[in-house]
């Protein structure tokens, strides 16, 4: 094989490596809620790891140095932001109030460059097809949009009703594909010895023919089999 493709592997599995480190460096918070800033480090550390991993005339260790730097200015930044609030305004933005008593804010329209037709788009995927059953919407600074119903909009709760609430808590995948989690049974301070008579009742050998199992604090198996299809013959798109 060509050396050029050897080292091309190489340096694309390396810095793949890199990448994934300093991705676990930057925390959770910068993969799922990307913001103007992260937006910013994230395009060009992408940038970077392309032009590095291609060209073979670059040199590797200034690029995953230049890596490096991005990644924990990020991570440093991300930390200091938790401790300042102009930090905070600064680098990741302040939410915009786009709708407030059930009226349009046109200046925050502007201010995110966000037309009447987006902010309609918007709210439909939040469930309002009527902004006027909106009171206030608010964009945040990760780009989504925040939808507050009017009072008499807003759903009925149990509270509402005064209905009597069970605390469900936490609730455990217990079997995934047929292989039982033996983690998730301690967590749930269970044993595989129990799962599996629970199993017999319900009419199941072992975890066999069983694709989800699920398990809440109240002790509550829910279970979705394997090989179940669709009763309907088409396909929706």
């Known amino acids: 094989m060509d050396n050029t493709i050897l080292m091309t592997i190489f340096r694309t599995a390396l810095i793949l490596g890199i990448l994934f480190l300093l991705a676990k460096v930057m925390g959770k918070k910068q993969i799922s809620q990307l913001n103007i800033f992260d937006y910013t480090i994230g395009i060009t550390m992408g940038s970077i790891a ?62 995110n460059k966000l037309n009447l037709n987006e902010l309609q788009e918007e709210a439909r995927s939040c469930g309002y097809f009527d902004l006027s059953e909106i009171d206030c919407a608010v964009m945040e600074s990760t780009g989504k949009v925040s939808f507050l119903p009017k009072e008499e909009n807003k759903p009925v709760t149990k509270k509402d009703m005064d209905v009597k609430c069970n605390k469900d808590g936490l609730v455990a995948n217990i079997i995934i594909d047929e292989e039982i989690m033996i983690t998730n049974l301690k967590v749930m301070n269970k044993t595989e010895k129990w799962l599996k008579q629970q199993l017999k009742v319900l009419g199941y050998d072992g975890s066999k023919g069983i694709l989800l199992a699920t398990l809440d604090n109240n002790d509550k198996l829910i279970i979705y089999k394997k090989g179940v299809k669709s009763e309907k013959s088409t396909v929706l798109e």
């Open 50 to 111: 392309a032009d590095i991993s291609l060209d073979i005339e670059k040199d590797l260790i200034a690029g995953i140095t230049s890596l490096a730097i991005y990644g924990f200015a990020s991570a440093i930044i991300s930390l200091w932001s938790l401790k300042s609030i102009t930090a905070r305004r600064i680098f990741y933005g302040i939410p915009t109030i786009l709708m407030e008593k059930g009226k349009i804010i046109e200046g925050g329209l502007r201010k």
